[in-house]
């Protein structure tokens, strides 16, 4: 089994390509049971800001990691149109 690379979020990855993204599961403000938990989701770095597939928030990221490198031999992923250079935010 393949260790997944981690690299620190004050290093940004390469912009439109699916990310995992570590970030606190405690959101804001923060709920007490969770201070010091993390959620690991698949998100993407936009060139500004990183945000969930979901759509949604942009979550205060700690490290992020590239999929695709990990996915099993033969895996396709369905294409993202929010990928493409024509893209707009």
Do not use: C
């Amino acid at each position: 089994m393949t260790a997944i690379k981690w690299t620190w979020a004050g290093q940004n990855p390469p912009a439109k390509e699916r990310l995992f993204l570590i970030f606190s599961a405690a959101d804001e403000p923060p709920t007490l049971e969770l201070i010091g938990k993390s959620k690991v989701e698949v998100g993407y770095w936009t060139g500004d800001a990183f945000r969930l597939m979901d759509g949604g928030s942009q979550p205060k990221v700690t490290h992020w990691a590239r999929v695709a490198p990990y996915l099993p031999k033969g895996i396709d992923l369905v294409h993202e149109r929010r990928f493409d250079t024509d893209a707009r935010e």
